[in-house]
């Protein structure tokens, strides 16, 4: 089952960012976790032509010419000077997508994710896509608590419309 849980709790998930959880739950019986244990390019592969469908750029391979690079800096006459990359982009919704698989709690890859989205230059929304199910351990459970625990503090303001966590 595709669990997701759109950030802050107080508003109600945009239609596009809706669309995103459609296709994971579309796709459910190709990623799900409790089955699978495909690295996040394999999840990224399945889900990848429905999210082009919506106007996303996706990341086709890890070849430099495949990148969807996003601006974070730029420098003298406007030249880009730094990115990040993503695994899909959509630069009219302003919205950023990152797939992960086994490392996105051990090695605190959302985090990773949070920090270089929240850099991005005209990003307004984030998804991050984690295993509902790791090494038996409950990634997407991990994860969602602790953006309860983020949002539920006053003392971290982030530059985002909204956060949406999938657990695939």
Same mark, same amino acid.
């Given at each position: $089952? ?12 945009? /239609? ?12 459910? /019986? ?7 244990? &495909?690295?996040? /390019?394999?999840? &990224? ?13 996706? @990341? ?5 010419? %495949? ?5 974070? &800096? ?10 990040? @990359? ?11 997508? @990152? ?8 090695? *605190? ?9 929240? $850099?991005?230059? %005209?990003? @307004?929304?984030?998804?991050? !896509? ?15 608590? *602790?953006?309860?625990? &983020?949002? !539920?503090?006053?003392?971290? #303001?982030?530059?985002? #419309? ?7």
């Amino acid at each position: $089952m595709i669990n997701w849980q759109y950030y802050p709790k107080t508003d109600l998930i945009p /239609n596009h960012l809706y669309a995103v959880v459609n296709i994971f739950e579309n796709k459910q /019986n190709q990623i799900d976790s409790s089955k699978f244990t &495909l690295p996040s /390019n394999d999840v &990224l592969a399945v889900i990848a032509e429905e999210l082009e469908a919506l106007h996303y750029q996706v @990341e086709k391979s890890k070849r430099e010419i %495949d990148k969807i690079k996003v601006p974070v &800096l730029f420098g003298r006459n406007g030249k880009l000077e730094l990115y990040f @990359e993503a695994d899909a982009y959509h630069p009219i919704q302003k919205t950023v997508i @990152e797939v992960e698989a086994g490392r996105a709690v051990d090695n *605190f890859q959302f985090l990773k994710d949070l920090f270089q989205a929240a $850099m991005m230059h %005209d990003v @307004e929304y984030l998804t991050i !896509a984690v295993r509902t199910y790791y090494r038996k351990q409950k990634d997407f459970e991990k994860v969602t608590q *602790f953006f309860d625990t &983020l949002y !539920a503090s006053s003392r971290l #303001k982030l530059p985002f #419309k909204g956060i949406l966590i999938i657990g695939y």
